[in-house]
């Protein structure tokens, strides 16, 4: 599985300019929306709000991966967002969040979903790679960092 595959430069915010969760989930979504106008970016809001109910997705280490599933969608979209101050987002460690990754997923596509999930983790736990990603000048360096790491992994 490539992560890039279901990632476009333009779903690569490189400067976020936010400071609270509510904020960060509801630019992921009007950024979907943008890519795949069929899908609201008040229908990603609450998928993605929903989930983080259930717990924060801020898995630590200056991490985040929000993701939930629709039916409005039939492939697996990702999306990834930089904030170099950092942003409060509730992780396990109480740290800020640099890095988020966003999936969403076909409501049928637990395999692909967990895959995913599984795969990003596994490419953020790189301290190397998440330097790059914070040395990053824009969207274009950040896709190619993604690419390269994504070809690796």
Known sequence: MKIVDYLDES???SELACSDKE?????????????????????VFTILKEREELGS???GGGIAIPHGKTKKINTLIAAFARSREGVDFDAIDNQPVKF???????????GLHLKALAKISRM???????QRLDEA???AQLFQIIQEKDDQV
Do not use: M, N, Q, Y
């Not at 009007?30 to 008040?42: G, Q, Y």
């Not at 988020?100 to 637990?110: G, I, M």
């Not at 953020?124 to 998440?130: I, M, P």
């Open 124 to 130: 953020l736990k790189d301290a190397e790679f998440r």
């Open 57 to 59: 997705t801020g898995i």
């Open 23 to 43: 904020t960060i989930l509801r630019k992921f979504s009007e950024c979907v929306s943008k890519k795949f106008p069929k899908i609201s970016a008040d229908e």
């Open 100 to 110: 988020f990754f966003l999936l969403l997923a076909p409501e049928d596509s637990a």
């Open 137 to 139: 000048e824009d969207a």
């Open 11 to 13: 779903l690569i915010i």
